[in-house]
C-alpha cells in the first residue's frame, strides 16, 4: 500500500478518490482552508500544511486544480519533488471519463462547436476555440476522441456579448441537438451542460472562459496562473474547419507551443505537469 497524504478535500479530491485504482493508505487530508482545519474528509483529518512534516509518507496526491500552485508551496516547504503527484485531469473530474469516444456524443459536440464558432464569426465577436479543442481540430480535423468537454475563450470586456449570444442559440442548440442545455455564468465564466433529451448521448460541457490583457500578457481572469502572450488573443485569424468559418488565436502554432510544447505528439492523459504557460504569483 502506498502511504498517501492527501492535498485538497474539495470536489477534485472527492473525484480523485473515486476514480483512481492504485491501492493507497491515506493517513492524513491537507487543505490551505484553515477552516477546514480539525474536520475529516473521508474519514482523514484534515490539517494544515504547516503539520505535514510530522507525518511520515510515500507521496503526496495533489487533488486540485490549483495543483502547480500547491506543488510550488509544497517544493518551498523543502518536500522533495519526488514525492509530489499531480494527476491526470481526467481524474479530478466527474462523470464519463471520454465522452466522445462514443460516436452519438462527439458528433453532438461536432455541432454544438459549429454552432457557436459560426455564429461568433458571422458577428464578428472575438470567441475562439481554445485549449484541447483548439489542439484537435488544428491536428487532427476534429475534437479529440478523448477529450472530455469543448473549450471557447475570448476577454472579459467581451462577456456581455457572448453571453447574449448564448443565449440567442439556446433555442436552436436543444431543437438540432434533441437535448436540454444549463448555462451557468459565473464572474469570470460560461459552463454549458448538454443533457440528452430524445437522443442517447453521455453528458457533456462547453466552457468559456474570460481573459484579461496585461503588461503583454492575456491571463485568466478565473485562475490567474495561466496566461499566454496576449498578442495571440488580441488579434484572431480565421480558420475553416469542416466548411464552418471560426476564429483561433494568431499564430496558433506558437500559441499551442508555449501552452503545452509538443502539442503536435498526441498525448491521452494530460497531468498540470503537463502545461508550460503556468507562473508563481
Not at 53 to 79: C, N, P, R, T
Not at 122 to 131: A, R
Amino acid at each position: 500500500m502506498i502511504k498517501t497524504v492527501l492535498f485538497g478535500t474539495g470536489k477534485a479530491a472527492n473525484n480523485f478518490l473515486i476514480n483512481d485504482i492504485k491501492k493507497r493508505e491515506y493517513i492524513v487530508a491537507v487543505d490551505n482552508n484553515t477552516k477546514q482545519h480539525g474536520k475529516e474528509f473521508h474519514s482523514m483529518k484534515i490539517i494544515g500544511v504547516d503539520r505535514l512534516s510530522s507525518y511520515e509518507y510515500d507521496e503526496i496526491v495533489v487533488a486540485s486544480f490549483a495543483g502547480l500552485e500547491i506543488k510550488h508551496q509544497l517544493l518551498s516547504l523543502g518536500v522533495d519533488e519526488s514525492k509530489i503527484y499531480l494527476p491526470q485531469k481526467y481524474l479530478l473530474k466527474s462523470g464519463i471519463q471520454y465522452p466522445f469516444e462514443d460516436e452519438n456524443t462527439i458528433a453532438q459536440a461536432r455541432t454544438i462547436t459549429k454552432i457557436i464558432a459560426s455564429r461568433a464569426y458571422n458577428l464578428n465577436i472575438p470567441l475562439h476555440i481554445d485549449w484541447g479543442t483548439l489542439i484537435g481540430i488544428l491536428r487532427d480535423g476534429d475534437i479529440i476522441r478523448w477529450d472530455d468537454d469543448i473549450d471557447f475563450s475570448s476577454l472579459l470586456s467581451h462577456k456581455k456579448e457572448v453571453k447574449e449570444m448564448i443565449d440567442s442559440l439556446k433555442e436552436q442548440i436543444e431543437k438540432e441537438l434533441s437535448c436540454e442545455l444549463d448555462i451557468l455564468t459565473t464572474p469570470k465564466k460560461l459552463k454549458i451542460t448538454c443533457n440528452a433529451n430524445k437522443q442517447q448521448f453521455h453528458p457533456f460541457e462547453v466552457d468559456i472562459e474570460f481573459k484579461v490583457i496585461e503588461d503583454g500578457e492575456a491571463i485568466q481572469s478565473g485562475n490567474r496562473v495561466w496566461y499566454t502572450p496576449s498578442k495571440h488573443i488580441e488579434q484572431l485569424e480565421s480558420f475553416i474547419w469542416q466548411d464552418t468559418k471560426l476564429f483561433v488565436p494568431s499564430d496558433a502554432d506558437a500559441y499551442l507551443s508555449f501552452v503545452y510544447g509538443d502539442w503536435k505528439t498526441p498525448k491521452k492523459d494530460y497531468s498540470l505537469d503537463d502545461f508550460n504557460n503556468y507562473k508563481v504569483l
